[in-house]
């Protein structure tokens, strides 16, 4: 099976060299195109431009970083647009909003293509193994059709209906996933700063009722201040935000969420938003008076 690549970021690059290792033929489009340079080292092609890869490939898979990218990788010159039509199909795994995700697929179905949006659950390593969660929702028949490569970066895919329902389960997994992190961070710094081991602390969750797999990965480099980047803060911040969006939108309450958002941009504000989101345990530390 032949398919288009456009976005080699962190879950990108993972993405498609997953796809080449199980015999896809993959054509790769970078806005810094040097990044696809190590993907070619390992057989792929290049598309000079996003509009190139849709013209050579049946089927583009996209992994973009928010919704200003999702929509200037379709609507901008030598965009998707320029080169979709009938018997093509482009499926949208960045993380967005359901009406950025509509707007695509308006626009991708005006022309005669079909269109999925397939956000994700899981991070870097997931996205190596082909251990992700797929949250699928738009034309059946192109879902049905990209099943073998949903196959090879999944664990398991979802089809939930129409357009909007990946987005927005997407975005509701991961607001609850911001607002875990922030206890989680909060709990790390009152075991230590009340005479308490954290690394003590990590043991005793990791036995009860709250052990998960999240708490078990980060805690041991969170009290290391290693925040290596699997996932970046600043992408936990814009999920925030557009799930509280979501939240507005249905007039449901969500203080936890409204709060857990507030440290993230804290975090972004210091600086730390290209390290992996468990870095707002940084926003809880004390100021350093030395010197
Ligand atoms: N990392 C993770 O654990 C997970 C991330 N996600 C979601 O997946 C998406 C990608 O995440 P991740 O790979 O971590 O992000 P990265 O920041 O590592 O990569 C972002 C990608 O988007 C591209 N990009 C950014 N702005 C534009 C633009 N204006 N036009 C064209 N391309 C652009 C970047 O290109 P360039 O290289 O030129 O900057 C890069 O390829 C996000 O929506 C994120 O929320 C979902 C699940 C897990
Ligand atoms: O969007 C990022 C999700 C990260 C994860 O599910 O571990």
């Avoid at 308490?196 to 480099?221: C, E, H, R």
């Amino acid at each position: 099976m032949e398919v288009g690549f456009l976005g080699l970021g962190i879950m990108g690059k993972a993405m498609s060299m997953n796809l080449l290792r199980h015999g896809f033929k993959v054509t790769v489009w970078n806005r810094t195109l040097s990044k696809c340079d190590e993907l070619v080292e390992h057989g792929a092609s290049i598309g000079e431009t996003p509009a190139a890869v849709i013209k050579k490939c049946k089927y583009t898979i996209a992994m973009l970083s928010d919704p200003s990218a999702a929509l200037s990788v379709v609507f901008d010159k030598d965009g998707v647009l320029e080169q979709i039509g009938n018997g093509k199909g482009y499926v949208d795994m960045s993380t967005v909003d359901a009406d950025t995700s509509s707007k695509i697929s308006e626009a991708i179905k005006s022309k005669g293509g079909s269109f999925l949006e397939a956000p994700v659950s899981g991070s870097k390593k997931p996205a190596e193994d082909g251990q992700l969660v797929i949250l699928a929702a738009g034309d059946k028949a192109l879902y049905d059709e990209v099943v073998p490569a949903f196959d090879v970066l999944g664990k398991k895919s979802f089809h939930l209906g129409e357009v909007g329902n990946g987005a927005k389960m997407k975005l509701v997994v991961n607001m609850i996933m911001g607002s875990m992190m922030n206890a989680f961070s909060e709990g790390l710094t009152l075991a230590g700063r009340s005479g308490l081991n954290p690394s003590t602390l990590l043991d005793v969750l990791d036995l009860g009722a709250i052990a998960n797999p999240m708490f078990k990965m980060k805690g041991p480099s969170m009290l290391k201040n290693n925040y290596s980047p699997a996932f970046p803060l600043k992408h936990q911040q814009k999920d925030m935000r557009l799930a509280l969006a979501l939240g507005d939108e249905n007039a449901v309450p969500m203080p936890i969420a409204a709060a857990a958002n507030e440290a993230f941009k804290k975090a972004r504000s210091m600086g730390l938003g290209d390290l992996d989101f468990s870095a707002v345990h940084e926003t809880l530390k004390k100021p350093d008076h030395s010197s």
